[in-house]
């Protein structure tokens, strides 16, 4: 009797509920009958070359997670030559201003990255004190760890990344580029 009666109370909303789904379906089905406009068809035309737009590729992040280890920040930048006196005709604003901005959104990934860790190293010090037993303070050792090798990694490629920077700019003011072009 008692299950009888339970499901009847749960088919009882379920009938209501698919008889008001058929009234949408058929009001659905009535609105796209009445509705005659056309679709915009996009072609080749209608879009924007991106090559013409972009003069010059962006660097490929390296993400820490996907590899294991990453190029460091003066990896990304292209290297420069010997002597930049007879090549500056060929270097223009784009090429400054591309390489000075990968090197500074390189910089600004890893100072990101080395808030992130140091929250994270906080925390785990915090967890290593509350830690009831063994198994939660080694589980807990072991990520603090990996996690103040990494933070002491990011903080060499904060180091580098600096440097990279600072060659990129010593290396401009030596070709005589305006200041304006590495902005």
Do not use: C, H
């Amino acid at each position: 009797m008692k299950i009888t009666t339970f499901l009847l109370v749960l088919l009882i909303p379920a009938s209501a509920m698919s008889q008001s789904l058929a009234d949408v379906a058929r009001k659905e089905e009535a609105r796209r009958k009445t509705v005659k406009g056309t679709a915009k068809v996009y072609t080749n035309d209608d879009l924007v070359n991106t090559r013409d737009v972009l003069s010059t590729p962006a660097p490929a992040p390296a993400s820490p997670a996907a590899g294991g280890s990453t190029k460091s920040p003066a990896a990304v930048t292209p290297p420069s030559t010997g002597s930049t006196e007879g090549s500056t005709e060929s270097k223009d604003p784009q090429f400054w201003k591309g390489r000075m901005a990968a090197a500074q959104d390189a910089l600004n990934r890893n100072k990101v990255l080395l808030a992130a860790l140091e929250a994270r190293v906080n925390s785990l010090n915090a967890d290593l004190l509350n830690a009831a037993d063994q198994f939660q303070r080694n589980k807990v050792e072991e990520g603090l760890k990996t996690a103040t090798a990494e933070l002491a990694r990011v903080k060499q490629d904060i180091v580098s990344a600096t440097k990279a920077v600072n060659d990129i700019e010593e290396e401009a003011r030596k070709a005589n580029v305006p200041p304006g072009w590495l902005r």
